[in-house]
């Protein structure tokens, strides 16, 4: 998998694509939402690698980090990597635990 579709399976997700959404609304269409390599260096995570990828809310003067992702490169697997407690979680487990679809801005 190559960087660029592993940033097409990023926004692909439900999450993402809401989130877009909400960002351009709640800004009049002066923000966006996007992902950016938070490291260009590749993660190796229980023996696979990933892309360090990151959900942001871009704007003319900021850009601020909502979530960051590690994206397998064999696989297309979709890790989130919790900045807060350094944790690795399934997709399911942080849908269950973040409830990522009830979020309004960056760490809510």
Not at 2 to 8: G, L, P, T
Not at 38 to 50: A, F, I, S, T
């Amino acid at each position: 998998m190559s960087r660029e579709q592993a940033v097409a399976t990023l926004m692909a997700l439900p999450e993402l694509q809401a989130w877009s959404k909400q960002i351009e609304k709640a800004s009049g269409g002066k923000a966006h939402g996007a992902i950016i390599e938070y490291d260009n260096q590749l993660r190796e995570h229980d023996g696979k690698r990933y892309y360090q990828l990151s959900f942001i809310e871009n704007s003319d003067d900021t850009a601020q980090r909502w979530e960051s992702f590690l994206v397998s490169l064999t696989d297309g697997d979709i890790l989130v990597d919790d900045d807060i407690d350094g944790t690795v979680l399934s997709l399911a487990q942080w849908r269950e635990t973040k409830k990522p679809l009830q979020r309004s801005g960056p760490g809510t």
